[in-house]
Antibody, heavy 118, light 110 residues
Framework: QLQLQGSGPGLVKPSETLSLTCVVS??????????WGWVRQPPGKGLEWIGC????????YYNPSLKSRVTISVDTSKKQFSLKVSSVTAADTAVYYC?????????WGQGTLVTVSS | QSALTQPASVSGSPGQSITISCTGT?????????VSWYQQHPGKAPKLLIY???NRPSGISNRFSGSKSANTASLTISGLQAEDEADYYC??????????FGTGTTVTVL
């Protein structure tokens, strides 16, 4: 079955750029209504939708509160999609999840804890 | 965008039924049948329970059911079991072509 595996640095310095990648296995990234997205969860807090990208890469949607700092890209030939968050602060410390988005977020990656600290 | 409103906690005894509410606006929950529900155990990724308000993915127990009335969606867990103790989140598509999650509800099995 489809599986997602996120990866990236666990520690990022303030003002730098956070970069994460999600590799898709066990299925195709291509399909009508297939979007690939990111969700984050600060320690002890709730879920926050970051954004998503259509499988063609032609359309992206971002949380308005993060839009100026976030970029999501996709490379279906490598079966992966990526997240970049620029100018990070301690408030960006969270577990970052990747997920397939069609009629809901499913499946999810295992989550990557990213800590912003000098 | 503001998070959807859920009760912070709900509890019930084994075998009972509980309902978790998820209140939004006409620009999200009330305007679209794209409400989904997730279960999250500590240290784990969320798991999809319900999509498009009422639909269960393959493999999800029929003890979980969803509904919606106006701007409020609900998740009902019937025949409550110890394994249902977890955090639950709702999510909705919005008029801004974005998604928003609920504030989350902790379910305790007494």
């Amino acid at each position: 079955q489809l599986q997602l595996q996120g990866s990236g640095p666990g520690l990022v310095k303030p003002s730098e750029t956070l970069s994460l990648t999600c590799v898709v296995s066990g299925g195709s990234m291509i399909g009508s209504n297939y979007h690939w997205g990111w969700v984050r969860q600060p320690p002890g807090k709730g879920l926050e939708w970051i954004g998503c990208i259509y499988y063609t890469g032609s359309i992206t949607y971002y949380n308005p509160s993060l839009k100026s700092r976030v970029t999501i890209s996709v490379d279906t030939s490598k079966k992966q999609f990526s997240l970049k968050v620029s100018s990070v602060t301690a408030a960006d410390t969270a577990v970052y999840y990747c997920a397939k988005m069609t009629t809901g977020f499913d499946p999810w990656g295992q989550g990557t804890l990213v800590t912003v600290s000098s | 965008q503001s998070a959807l409103t859920q009760p912070a906690s709900v509890s019930g005894s084994p075998g009972q039924s509980i309902t978790i509410s998820c209140t939004g606006t006409s620009s999200d929950v009330g305007g679209y049948n794209y409400v989904s529900w997730y279960q999250q155990h500590p240290g784990k990724a969320p798991k999809l329970l319900i999509y498009d308000v009422t639909n269960r993915p393959s493999g999800i127990s029929n003890r979980f059911s969803g509904s919606k009335s106006a701007n409020t969606a609900s998740l009902t867990i019937s025949g409550l079991q110890a394994e249902d103790e977890a955090d639950y989140y709702c999510s909705s598509f919005t008029a801004s072509t974005t998604y928003v999650f609920g504030t989350g509800t902790t379910v305790t099995v007494l």
